[in-house]
């Protein structure tokens, strides 16, 4: 008893550890700074920290930028870094959940169908609605509804084959719903090919410079969602034991993956709405971070939000800068320098953490 | 303390369990044994309501399927055959686990979970291994972190599958004189699925011989373990010998026909 009690402070937790905490964090900001600071217009460190300080309502502060410069600043660059990073957050952040509720290292946010559902409905938004409509407000509602209603359709084929403690069940389920819609995409792609460039980049992703408003849109979403996760992400260390042991150690099982799923497929679908199908980054962050930490999913989890969003972030300042003014699609950058950034990881860390 | 009236646990259309009625009492120690295949495995999930089943199950008096799934682990505590042991976990990492039924769903371990979790540590001689990760672990230390999370649970009942299946004799026979001191020391309640019908007869107060989800004998050892119960319901022959007050199970290799 006395013995125990003396090493009660040996039994931890590898949370966040200070050290990784402070790194995601610096690089978090580092990220934001380089992604408001880049672009075609340079405005200047000085010029900015005094604009930012000027919008703090600072007293004695005042911007020196133009009207057309503080525009740049706080109605593009600004909001589409909050953007990237929301979006790079919350993909990172789902991938890691998905990974864990499914016990599946290669487990995406668009595992269960959101991505194919996304597609189908920004593709016949393109199509079908006329120009003017299209652009600002219906292709993320519509992109947003079709990831919601094929994420929906692949718990009924889930549920429906009555084995619904089966967490593959699901898995095959979201394949055989994914396979479908992505053919009706394919089909109504294919009847209306004058707009198959529209489609196509949509689908290899980009962070829009839109203003404030995308970011009002999947902002609610995108925070609920990772309250919930993160609310929860002791659970899902448990449940890295397994359906059987997690019930054994009092976890209701179903009830816990289903408010999983439907927070990281919610904000993944708010997500791919605005940004379209950004790949690798819910693979690459946890997995990057896994590695080089070691951690459970206790700590996985926040450390994927922070440095999820930062990776995007500095994607998309590659994605606008590198061909300006050309867009490069975002979807081709996190591959492009994801990959090799990932193989030097798995070749340092071998017979490491994981 | 464990009370069965009728079990019967159907797995694809086919009664794996059949009509089991048993009674366990406050620090009993059961060992179901029976040959591949008899159910063993199948009702302790039911017991700990892993798997669907009808008749009557009761704990400490009350029914299982009225207790909510938390209640229920703080009740009882199983050390499954083949624990998922993830690699990355460490050894205090995986036994706080144990603590899960005493958290509120959003909690964290407090000083409390940290105390229970060093005590059975410091049990199964795990205390310099607690920073360690399971991945590094030799076969003998990863069961004792799994018995060790069994113990942090603080559970009255512990259902134990095949626990030292992988065990060398020396390490099963450690893992089971633990067992036998905890239950001593703390009222434990254990019931065991056991292969090794002589450390069955070592440890167990009382058998529950299983054959095709029937029970076919329960009682004592001396009166479970009769060389005709043995070759009628496993299709072994053996000898049963008296090793000190305890039986042992010997196999007798076949008359070679020449």
């Given at each position: 008893?006395t013995?125990?009690a003396?090493?009660a402070?040996?039994?931890?937790?590898?949370?966040l550890?200070?050290?990784?905490a402070?790194?995601?964090?610096a690089?978090l900001?580092?990220?934001?700074?380089?992604?408001v600071?880049?672009?075609?217009?340079?405005?200047g460190?000085?010029?900015?920290?005094?604009?930012?300080?000027?919008?703090l309502?600072?007293?004695?502060v005042?911007?020196?930028?133009?009207?057309?410069?503080?525009?740049?600043?706080?109605e593009?660059?600004?909001?589409?870094?909050?953007?990237?990073?929301?979006?790079?957050a919350?993909?990172s952040v789902?991938?890691?959940?998905?990974?864990?509720?499914?016990?599946?290292?290669l487990?995406?946010?668009?595992?269960?169908?959101?991505?194919?559902?996304?597609?189908?409905?920004a593709?016949?938004?393109?199509a079908?609605?006329?120009?003017g409509?299209?652009?600002?407000?219906?292709?993320?509602?519509?992109?947003?509804?079709?990831?919601?209603v094929?994420?929906?359709?692949?718990?009924a084929v889930?549920?429906?084959?009555?084995?619904e403690r089966?967490?593959?069940?699901?898995?095959?389920?979201?394949?055989?719903?994914a396979?479908?819609?992505?053919?009706?995409q394919?089909?109504?792609?294919?009847?209306?090919?004058?707009?198959?460039?529209?489609?196509?980049?949509w689908?290899?992703g980009?962070?829009?410079s839109t203003?404030?408003s995308?970011?009002?849109?999947?902002?609610p979403?995108?925070?609920?969602?990772?309250?919930?996760?993160?609310?929860?992400?002791?659970?899902?260390?448990?449940l890295s034991?397994?359906?059987?042991?997690?019930?054994?150690?009092?976890?209701?099982?179903?009830?816990?993956r289903?408010?999983?799923?439907?927070?990281?497929t919610?904000g993944?679908?708010?997500?791919?709405?605005?940004?379209?199908?950004?790949?690798?980054?819910?693979?690459?962050?946890?997995?990057?971070?896994?590695?080089?930490?070691?951690?459970g999913?206790?700590?996985?989890l926040p450390?994927?939000?922070?440095?999820?969003a930062?990776?995007l972030?500095?994607?998309?300042?590659?994605?606008r800068?590198?061909?300006?003014?050309?867009?490069i699609?975002?979807?081709?950058v996190?591959?492009?320098f994801?990959?090799?950034?990932?193989?030097?990881v798995?070749?340092?860390?071998?017979?490491?953490?994981? | 303390?464990?009370?069965?009236?009728?079990?019967?646990?159907e797995?694809g259309?086919?009664?794996?369990?059949?009509?089991?009625?048993?009674?366990?009492?406050?620090?009993?120690?059961?060992?179901?044994?029976?040959p591949?295949?008899?159910?063993?495995?199948?009702?302790?999930?039911a017991?700990?309501?892993l798997?669907?089943?009808?008749?009557?199950?009761?704990l400490?008096?009350?029914?299982?399927?009225?207790?909510s799934?938390?209640?229920?682990?703080?009740?009882?505590?199983?050390?499954?055959?083949?624990?998922?042991?993830?690699p990355?976990?460490?050894?205090?990492?995986?036994?706080l686990?144990?603590?899960t039924?005493?958290?509120?769903?959003?909690?964290?371990?407090?000083?409390r979970?940290?105390?229970?979790?060093a005590?059975?540590?410091a049990?199964?001689?795990l205390?310099?291994l607690?920073?360690?990760?399971?991945g590094?672990?030799?076969?003998?230390e990863?069961?004792?972190?799994?018995?060790?999370?069994a113990l942090?649970?603080e559970?009255?009942?512990?259902?134990?599958?095949?626990?030292?299946?992988?065990?060398?004799?020396?390490?099963?026979?450690?893992?089971?004189?633990?067992?036998?001191?905890?239950?001593?020391?703390?009222?434990?309640?254990?019931?065991?699925a056991?292969?090794?019908?002589?450390?069955?007869?070592?440890y167990?107060?009382?058998m529950?011989l299983?054959?095709a989800?029937?029970?076919?004998?329960?009682?004592?050892?001396?009166?479970?373990?009769?060389?005709?119960?043995?070759?009628?319901?496993?299709?072994?022959?053996?000898?049963?010998?008296?090793?000190?007050?305890?039986?042992?199970?010997?196999p007798?290799?076949?008359?070679?026909?020449t």
């Amino acid at each position: 008893m006395t013995i125990a009690a003396e090493h009660a402070s040996d039994v931890r937790v590898r949370g966040l550890s200070p050290v990784w905490a402070l790194s995601a964090v610096a690089f978090l900001v580092l990220s934001l700074a380089i992604g408001v600071l880049a672009g075609p217009v340079d405005l200047g460190v000085g010029a900015v920290l005094e604009s930012t300080l000027a919008r703090l309502h600072v007293p004695g502060v005042s911007t020196s930028l133009t009207p057309t410069e503080e525009a740049i600043l706080w109605e593009i660059r600004v909001p589409r870094v909050i953007l990237a990073a929301l979006v790079g957050a919350m993909l990172s952040v789902a991938g890691a959940t998905y990974q864990g509720v499914f016990r599946n290292p290669l487990a995406d946010p668009y595992l269960l169908g959101v991505a194919a559902g996304a597609g189908l409905g920004a593709t016949i938004a393109i199509a079908y609605l006329p120009e003017g409509l299209r652009g600002q407000r219906a292709l993320p509602v519509a992109a947003f509804v079709g990831g919601s209603v094929a994420v929906l359709l692949t718990y009924a084929v889930g549920r429906s084959a009555r084995r619904e403690r089966d967490a593959a069940t699901l898995v095959l389920a979201g394949v055989t719903v994914a396979a479908f819609f992505t053919a009706w995409q394919t089909f109504v792609q294919q009847q209306n090919s004058e707009t198959l460039q529209q489609v196509y980049s949509w689908i290899l992703g980009n962070i829009p410079s839109t203003g404030w408003s995308d970011v009002v849109l999947i902002l609610p979403y995108v925070a609920v969602a990772i309250v919930v996760i993160l609310a929860l992400r002791r659970v899902v260390d448990v449940l890295s034991l397994g359906d059987d042991e997690a019930a054994s150690l009092g976890i209701d099982v179903r009830r816990v993956r289903l408010a999983l799923v439907v927070a990281a497929t919610l904000g993944t679908a708010a997500a791919v709405a605005v940004s379209g199908l950004i790949g690798f980054v819910g693979i690459i962050v946890p997995h990057a971070i896994r590695l080089l930490s070691g951690v459970g999913y206790r700590a996985l989890l926040p450390l994927s939000v922070i440095i999820g969003a930062g990776f995007l972030v500095l994607a998309d300042v590659i994605a606008r800068t590198a061909l300006s003014p050309a867009e490069i699609p975002l979807g081709v950058v996190t591959a492009f320098f994801g990959a090799p950034f990932f193989a030097l990881v798995l070749r340092t860390t071998r017979g490491g953490a994981s | 303390m464990i009370e069965l009236r009728g079990v019967t646990v159907e797995l694809g259309g086919r009664p794996v369990v059949a009509a089991v009625d048993a009674a366990v009492a406050d620090g009993e120690w059961l060992a179901l044994i029976g040959p591949n295949g008899a159910g063993k495995t199948t009702l302790l999930r039911a017991i700990a309501r892993l798997v669907p089943c009808s008749g009557e199950i009761e704990l400490a008096g009350r029914p299982v399927g009225a207790l909510s799934r938390s209640e229920l682990a703080r009740l009882v505590a199983v050390v499954p055959q083949e624990p998922s042991t993830p690699p990355w976990m460490t050894v205090a990492e995986y036994v706080l686990l144990g603590r899960t039924p005493h958290l509120g769903p959003l909690a964290k371990e407090g000083a409390r979970d940290r105390d229970a979790a060093a005590r059975s540590l410091a049990r199964l001689d795990l205390l310099p291994l607690a920073d360690r990760r399971l991945g590094t672990l030799s076969g003998g230390e990863k069961q004792r972190a799994v018995v060790a999370r069994a113990l942090a649970q603080e559970a009255r009942i512990v259902l134990l599958d095949e626990p030292t299946a992988a065990l060398d004799i020396g390490h099963q026979q450690q893992a089971f004189d633990l067992l036998d001191r905890l239950r001593e020391e703390s009222g434990l309640t254990l019931v065991a699925a056991m292969h090794d019908l002589t450390l069955a007869a070592q440890y167990a107060d009382r058998m529950l011989l299983l054959d095709a989800g029937r029970v076919v004998a329960d009682g004592a050892p001396a009166d479970v373990l009769t060389e005709v119960m043995i070759a009628s319901h496993y299709g072994a022959s053996i000898d049963v010998v008296p090793v000190g007050d305890r039986l042992a199970v010997v196999p007798r290799r076949s008359a070679r026909h020449t």
